[in-house]
């Protein structure tokens, strides 16, 4: 089984600039989560998503972040315009309801790096 | 979700078992306890959960003492690879949403 993808593994970007992050869960998974990590804070949720729909959205930072859950195997988190502050790796994670919420897989991360 | 208390780092020689201690002493009777683990540069990566029993599965064992106000992730024979941040959680089984990851305990396998 494949596990998360996400893509793309690295981003350099400018401030100002728009970024879109990607993450194609686990087929089956009913669950999407969006977690961010820095040395400061560690890891953080920032949305998850149930069968598609946004169930809690309270740990994104600003409207400046904006994360969509089209269909069932993807799901993009954007952010406009970046800033410096905005550099971490932003990880995606899915689970499924049958094994329990606490067992969440994680994909390889995005490590951000706003210039 | 109950608090957790880890040592912020633990060293042992590889082939050894590594016995890795949580305190959640405020644990209520339906939370799980939940082990994850985070190599460098790679995403967390769960371990094994249990309830009251002891658990095993093919990366570790959980020991949940009686009382339920502790428990001791054991990596039987560790290995260089098990290098990582060990990070205990309390939940509950079915509750929606984030795990809430404390700082870990950093083990550091020897050779």
């Known amino acids: 089984d494949a596990g998360v993808i996400q893509s793309p593994r690295h981003e350099v970007t400018e401030m100002g600039q728009e970024v879109t992050l990607r993450c194609k869960p686990i087929?089956?998974?009913?669950?999407l989560f969006w977690y961010r990590q820095t040395m400061m804070r560690g890891l953080e949720l920032l949305i998850y998503?149930?069968?598609?729909?946004?169930?809690?959205d309270s740990g994104m930072p600003e409207d400046r972040f904006s994360a969509k859950m089209p269909n069932a195997s993807f799901s993009t988190l954007k952010i406009q315009p970046s800033e410096p502050r905005d550099s971490a790796v932003y990880f995606c994670?899915?689970?499924?309801?049958?094994?329990?919420?606490?067992?969440?897989?994680f994909g390889p991360g995005t490590r951000l790096l706003v210039l | 979700d109950a608090k957790t208390t880890q040592p912020t780092s633990m060293d042992c020689a590889e082939g050894r078992a590594a016995n890795l201690p949580c305190n959640h002493s405020?644990?209520?009777?339906?939370?799980?306890v939940y082990w994850y683990r985070q190599i460098h540069s790679q995403g967390p990566q769960y371990i094994i959960h249990g309830l009251k029993n002891n658990e095993t599965n093919e990366m570790a064992s959980l020991i949940i003492t009686e009382d339920r106000k502790s428990s001791t992730l054991i990596l039987p024979h560790a290995t260089l690879r098990d290098t990582a941040v060990y990070y205990c959680i309390v939940r509950l089984y079915n509750q929606g949403g984030k795990l809430i990851f404390g700082q870990g305990t950093e083990l550091s396998v020897k050779p």
């Open positions: 998503f149930n069968n598609n729909v946004p169930i809690d």
């Open positions: 087929s089956g998974h009913d669950y």
């Open positions: 405020t644990i209520s009777g339906n939370e799980y």
């Open positions: 994670a899915s689970s499924l309801r049958g094994t329990g919420y606490g067992t969440q897989y």
